[in-house]
């Protein structure tokens, strides 16, 4: 053979062995990959996540109704990121336009930036929640990802030591429902867009994202001390679990498993097994709410919903490139 198909064929060997070995570092369903091989503190820490929650040894506390109020301050985006994780879909805010959120908001000090929110779910709608309620699991989890803003970056922050208030984890079950949810109908729209792994494209989205409309009507929730639920399992990870959960219609639902790992393969059962609780105290929190909040609470909420679905069909009108690609920034 000549020496230009050797040189071919040792390129293609080459392109290979690196294409195996940059997405070989962890998976969730086969064995020589999944969570039973995890390395590091995924197998040696004594606070991981996710966890049950059964009522056992939880201790009881009260929020004021003012509480609530801190999440209307959340913006509204006109445009976000979305980008295929190889694991997950994730779900970032341009540069500079990260949402601030007050920690009184969840119970904790100074103010905390946003980072990203992501997802977790399974192969059918009764399953694919990595937290359990009473041993429940629901069809889909999301995580909205904050870290403490005076780090300056999630980077400086998921690294600080002895600091469990560094990196704050909010938690949204969702349960199927026949109608579609209102809240996350700019995110499913835009899923087809990252359907096929790529680590340095993120897609610029153009369109209205709330925030605070993608929470539950009621904001009980439980929290603890944890970690990442993926590698490299990061502990002292503070978590906001909420009880209630919302809603997702089985449409929407079906976006989530249309969307392909970095191993070419359909991410299925992205959740990583329950963890020991190992001790670790958990609390509820009641958030109290007045007479006037809850009557303020429904007009608001029928009036965004109502100004969301009237806008929608009209917004992207007079903008003929509707998605623009982002190259070569590294995410954190």
């Known amino acids: 053979m000549s020496v230009l198909l050797y040189y071919v064929i040792f390129v293609i060997f080459l392109k290979f062995c690196l294409f195996k070995e940059s997405n070989s570092q962890f998976c969730y369903t086969d064995p020589t990959c999944g969570p039973a091989t995890w390395p590091g503190v995924c197998t040696t820490g004594g606070m991981q996540s996710p966890i049950n929650f059964d009522g056992m040894d939880t201790t009881v506390a009260f929020l004021p109704s003012n509480f609530r109020h801190v999440w209307e301050n959340l913006p509204i985006a006109k445009n976000f990121l979305i980008l295929n994780a190889g694991h997950t879909v994730e779900v970032l805010f341009p540069p500079g336009q990260e949402p601030k959120l007050k920690g009184s908001a969840i119970g904790l000090p100074g103010e905390y930036t946003f980072a990203q929110l992501h997802f977790h779910w399974g192969t059918s709608d009764t399953g694919g929640s990595e937290h359990t ?109 909420f009880k209630q959960p919302v809603k997702i219609s089985k449409q929407q639902m079906k976006q989530f498993r249309t969307v392909f790992d970095d191993r070419g393969e359909i991410i299925v059962e992205n959740h990583r097994p329950l963890q020991a609780r190992n001790g670790r105290p958990i609390t509820f929190y009641f958030v109290t709410e007045s007479l006037f909040d809850k009557i303020l609470k429904f007009f608001t909420a029928y009036l965004s919903a109502w100004k969301e679905i009237l806008l929608f069909p009209f917004q992207f009108l007079g903008n003929p490139t509707l998605f623009t690609l982002s190259f070569g920034r590294k995410l954190e």
């Open 133 to 241: 309620l009473f041993g429940k699991q629901y069809a889909l989890e999301m995580h909205m990802v904050h870290y403490a803003t005076p780090y300056g970056s999630y980077a400086a922050a998921s690294v600080a030591p002895n600091d469990p208030n560094a990196v704050a984890i909010l938690a949204i079950f969702f349960e199927i429902s026949p109608v579609n949810n209102v809240a996350l109908i700019p995110i499913t729209k835009a899923i087809p867009l990252v359907r096929r792994f790529n680590r340095s494209q993120e897609i610029d989205v153009t369109g209205f994202l709330n925030l605070k409309n993608l929470l539950p009507a009621h904001l009980n929730f439980y929290r603890y001390e944890g970690s990442l639920t993926s590698p490299d399992c990061h502990e002292n990870r503070v978590w906001t679990v």
